[in-house]
Nanobody, 116 residues
């Protein structure tokens, strides 16, 4: 079983930046993909960015060119660098990992609020 803990959320002005972190602990062997999702009030959870063990990445159209997903294998941590933030980026952000077996784990979420 893997435990995921997000951090780095907060309040930022439009145009600002934040970096989210997701630290993994426990049984991390066999992770196939890592991803960030977000859920705004009254909306469904949506994929923001994802990366596979092979190194491929994909982003939601709404964040392309502004957000970057990365990971530090030595620290068992993945990141989401968010630049040029907009009010519509306001949401709770969750990290997710999917194993080759098909099982997945979620973090508890971290709030990101973009407002002046």
């Amino acid at each position: 079983q893997v435990q995921l803990v997000e951090s780095g959320g907060g309040l930022v002005q439009p145009g600002g930046s934040l970096r989210l972190s997701c630290a993994a602990s426990g049984s991390i062997f066999g992770i196939y993909s890592r991803a960030w999702y977000r859920q705004a009030p009254g909306k469904q959870r949506e994929l923001v960015a994802a990366t596979t063990s092979g190194g491929s990445t994909n982003y939601a159209d709404s964040v392309k060119g502004r957000f970057t997903i990365s990971r530090d294998n030595a620290r068992n941590t993945m990141y989401l660098q968010m630049n040029s933030l907009k009010p519509e980026d306001t949401a709770v952000y969750y990290c997710n990992v999917v194993f080759a077996s098909g099982s997945s784990s979620w973090g508890q979420g971290t709030q990101v609020t973009v407002s002046s």
